[in-house]
T-cell receptor, first 116, second 112 residues
């Protein structure tokens, strides 16, 4: 299994609860990205990491959203006090970066979050 | 601002050519990409073009880049039913080497 993996694949939660989504990037990929895809809509950039640092957090929709990455590997996206509008598929992608020509992003299968 | 614009839907008859258009904002973009998302599957890189190129051809795919107008297009020749998917245009910002912004995607529907 050399691809990007995400867990859980599906998560149903009650409004107001916190959720944690996990992404395991491809080994050796230093750049990691989180996107949100609402039903029938396009990709919405949330945040990206270069190593363990997040140079750009501008896409996080509110302060209820946070993300961290450790060991230049696993990343978690945490949504506190979930709201129904948080329901979406959350996609993670990783890429080689800095010095790699095309910086192709490899996407995980996504976590489908449903807030009831 | 940082924005990549695409039309949301395109319907094409099987066998015809499909042309999906995209406009982007950053004149210093280094790479521009087309990603494909098939039903129930993840996004995958379809093709890309470096900003110093005007055109790139890869089998049935032709990418055209107009830097002056910041316009990118993807042409699929002899469109097949297997080409039904959402096609995302993406821009890699020249000033922020790892930041890639995606458009909202164009859903390509193939008519029999």
């Amino acid at each position: 299994g050399a691809g990007v993996s995400q867990s859980p694949s599906n998560k149903v939660t009650e409004k107001g609860k916190d959720v944690e989504l996990r992404c395991d990037p491809i080994s050796g990929h230093t750049a990691l990205y989180w996107y949100r895809q609402r039903l029938g809509q396009g990709l919405e950039f949330l945040i990206y990491f270069q190593g363990n640092s997040a140079p750009d957090k501008s896409g996080l929709p509110s302060d209820r959203f946070s993300a961290e990455r450790t060991g230049e590997s696993v990343s978690t996206l945490t949504i506190q006090r979930t709201q129904q509008e948080d329901s979406a598929v959350y996609l993670c992608a990783s890429s080689l970066s800095l010095g790699t020509a095309i910086s192709e992003q490899y996407f995980g299968p996504g976590t489908r979050l449903t807030v009831t | 601002g940082e924005d990549v614009e695409q039309s949301l839907f395109l319907s094409v008859r099987e066998g015809d050519s499909s042309v999906i258009n995209c406009t982007y904002t950053d004149s210093s973009s280094t790479y521009l990409y087309w990603y494909k998302q098939e039903p129930g599957a993840g996004l995958q890189l379809l093709t890309y073009i470096f900003s110093n190129m005007d055109m790139k051809q890869d089998q049935r795919l032709t990418v055209l880049l107009n830097k002056k107008d910041k316009h990118l297009s993807l042409r699929i020749a002899d469109t097949q039913t297997g080409d039904s998917a959402i096609y995302f245009c993406a821009e890699r910002f020249g000033s922020r080497d790892d930041k890639i912004i995606f458009g909202k995607g164009t859903r390509l529907h193939i008519l029999p």
